[in-house]
């Protein structure tokens, strides 16, 4: 299909310039100054000027745009937004005694989801906070062995989805990345 398209100098070059055009439109237009983090990228916004600051913990989210390629993980806005986004300023960003996360509107308060702490090592730089997400996600799965939709920041016992296909396929490919990607983080993986 993308060969076809290639092919179709036309069809390219529309989606070039729609391409162009949302990229300016989000440049123009979802970057807001946060008084605390600086410039940071809305969640959502509207043609009349309105945004929503959270994130969700689904993919795509604001805390996965380098995993996406959408930005580069040393881009300073998403740095900021980052910041935010793991904050208690972000109203689906939950902190308890099992562990902390993001969680999402549907699951309801308190509920993390593991997906937010896989994406939130998958696109960290930073070794002891990889080995933080691996050692949150390897103590809430609730003795099931697999990656819930999303568990009490408190009591992973309490969860929903015991099986969830997407957060287990996502978790093989952070330890994946962390194997290959951070030999020093090897012997965590063999005890």
Partial sequence: MAN???KDAPLANGLQSLAKEVETALQQYAIIDHAA???IY???INGFGSHNL???ANVPN????????AVKS????YINTRKWVLSNNNPFFFKGKAAEGVGSPHTGMDMIW???IIIRGITSNDKEEIKNCLDMLQHTHAGT???HESFNKDNPANFTRKWFAWANTLFGEFVLKTYNGQPSLRPYFFG
């Fill in 4 to 6: 076809q398209i290639l």
């Fill in 37 to 39: 983090y600086g410039k």
């Fill in 42 to 44: 809305a969640y959502e």
């Fill in 54 to 56: 959270m994130d969700d």
């Fill in 62 to 69: 604001l805390l996965g745009l380098p995993y996406l390629d």
């Fill in 74 to 77: 040393t881009d300073p806005v």
């Fill in 114 to 116: 593991p997906i937010s």
């Fill in 145 to 147: 062995g697999f990656m």
